[in-house]
């Protein structure tokens, strides 16, 4: 297998830097430096993205990804602040007229909104999306986390986002245990704590609801208005699975529904590792819906 640019760069760097002044050097670096950042800058549009946005057609949209995370040339971003369209998506419509969007994609954000915001949410991407376009959506899988409670798996709860071991997401040891762990995935505040509760009642309720009601009792366990306040209401209160997240799709439009995974997408710009990152991988749920023409 050939070399890459970045691997030929180095060879070379370490094979002429013991014959170059220290001066000569010293520009050469910082002048590849710059070419780097220059070429970051452009790649995301950065500098013309203001001015270009109106002119890609059709549209590509990410949702619930801020031009702080995510800048990729010929993409918008929506987002509740901080991206090309600042929306709020629990009440707010997505600003786009229909049938403009060729591709939609969201990654981890569905979990932060209740149903009837997400129902409202995929009838919108519906709307605005041409016919065969295609929505992919990425978002924790409830079974995936049910299965490794059952299973007793902590490191799947602690990798790769593992707190401290000396200290847990949610503050204290408490929060590094199995039981904590699931219910904090499942319902957490938007600095990422969650609540910290007994395992023998988290176990209880385990075994007398079915997934969907144990979710619900995890989210009922937060207690935004007295403890942090509206600016931290964004954090984790809904799950899904395939089947769940299957009908909501359907209701809104969409006829083809299919569960995919990382990097397996029908679209090809979609397997993009800035789009589908790996850091959330093990714990995540791929679905694509395309609407129909």
Not at 15 to 28: E, F, G, N, Q, R
Not at 136 to 142: A, E, G, N, Q
Not at 172 to 185: D, F, Y
């Amino acid at each position: 297998m050939g070399k890459s640019l970045h691997r030929i760069i180095a060879d070379v760097k370490w094979k002429v830097k013991p014959y170059l002044p220290s001066a000569v050097w010293t520009i050469l670096r910082t002048g590849w430096f710059s070419l780097q950042t220059a070429w970051i800058i452009l790649r995301g549009g950065w500098i013309f993205r203001p001015i270009m946005k109106h002119f890609w057609k059709p549209k590509k949209l990410v949702l619930g990804d801020t031009n702080r995370r995510f800048v990729c040339w010929g993409w918008e971003t929506v987002d509740i602040a901080n991206a090309d369209y600042n929306v709020n998506f629990r009440n707010d419509d997505i600003p786009f007229p229909d049938k403009s969007c060729s591709i939609v994609h969201t990654s981890h954000m569905i979990e932060h909104l209740p149903d009837e915001s997400a129902s409202h949410l995929f009838s919108e991407v519906y709307r605005v999306l041409r016919p065969g376009g295609t929505f992919r959506i990425v978002c924790p899988d409830l079974d995936k986390l049910i299965q490794a409670y059952k299973e007793n798996d902590l490191a799947f709860f602690l990798t790769p986002l593992a707190p401290s071991p000396k200290e847990g997401i949610g503050g204290g040891k408490e929060s590094l245990l199995l039981h904590n762990n699931l219910v904090r995935t499942l319902a957490c505040y938007a600095d990422g704590k969650g609540p910290i509760v007994e395992k023998e009642v988290v176990d209880k309720k385990f075994k007398e609801y079915d997934k969907y009601e144990f979710a619900k009792w995890c989210t009922s366990l937060l207690d935004v208005q007295n403890r942090l306040g509206e600016d931290q209401a964004w954090g984790h209160i809904n799950a899904y699975d395939f089947s769940k997240l299957k009908k909501m799709l359907e209701e809104a439009g969409f006829a083809n529904v299919v569960r995919s995974s990382r990097g397996q997408s029908r679209i090809k710009e979609l397997r993009k590792s800035r789009l589908d990152r790996k850091r959330s991988e093990w714990i995540s749920l791929y679905v694509e819906a395309i609407k129909g023409s």
